[in-house]
């Protein structure tokens, strides 16, 4: 073995950082990941009592955290329905936006053909449907509604 393999030099540790998250697989942190995870702890600072549930939060015009718990279905929109969560200020929302069910133990989120879509965590991540996990964030229209499912915890957030 020749001893002079071992002099090259050391790569700067962000290039060693990024070479290790690709070759584990695991994604490089971002900034909208950091955004994504105060987003969702300013909401649980705000709202109490979600323990057992599964509900959708999100913060309206007046800065006021709203919180609408998922039953079998649950359809938002500027007018989804009798059961539904209203957001008439909201022009880039259609009527019957999107539809969170109950689904094999856990939720589906479905896009109910709106105009503007539906998008899950990042605006690049459009669906038409997909299940939901905890903490996840629904973009629709100018909202951003987050996704918590508390059943079967025994204790608030």
């Known amino acids: 073995m ?36 105060q987003f969702i702890a300013d909401l649980m600072a705000d709202e109490v009592g979600l323990s057992g549930v599964a509900a959708l939060v999100w913060r309206g015009r007046d800065r006021s955290v709203t919180r609408a718990v998922i039953g079998q279905e649950l359809a938002v929109g500027r007018q989804p329905g009798q059961d539904g969560v209203t957001v008439p200020e909201d ?35 459009r669906v038409r449907e997909c299940d939901l996990h905890d903490g996840d964030l629904i973009l ?4 951003v509604f987050a996704f918590f499912d508390a059943r079967g915890k025994t204790s608030a957030w």
């Not at 060693?16 to 900034?31: M, Q």
């Not at 629709?140 to 909202?143: D, E, I, L, R, V």
Request: include cysteine; proline fraction near 8%.
């Open 2 to 37: 020749n001893p002079d393999m071992f002099e090259l030099p050391i790569a700067p540790a962000n290039q060693l950082k990024d070479a290790c998250h690709t070759l584990s697989s695991l994604p490089v942190p971002t900034d909208q990941f950091a955004a994504r995870l």
């Open 91 to 125: 022009k880039l929302l259609s009527r019957r936006h999107f539809l969170i069910r109950a689904a094999a133990g856990g939720f589906v989120l479905q896009d109910l053909n709106s105009h503007n879509g539906t998008a899950i965590n990042r605006p690049q991540n």
């Open 140 to 143: 629709a229209g100018n909202q």
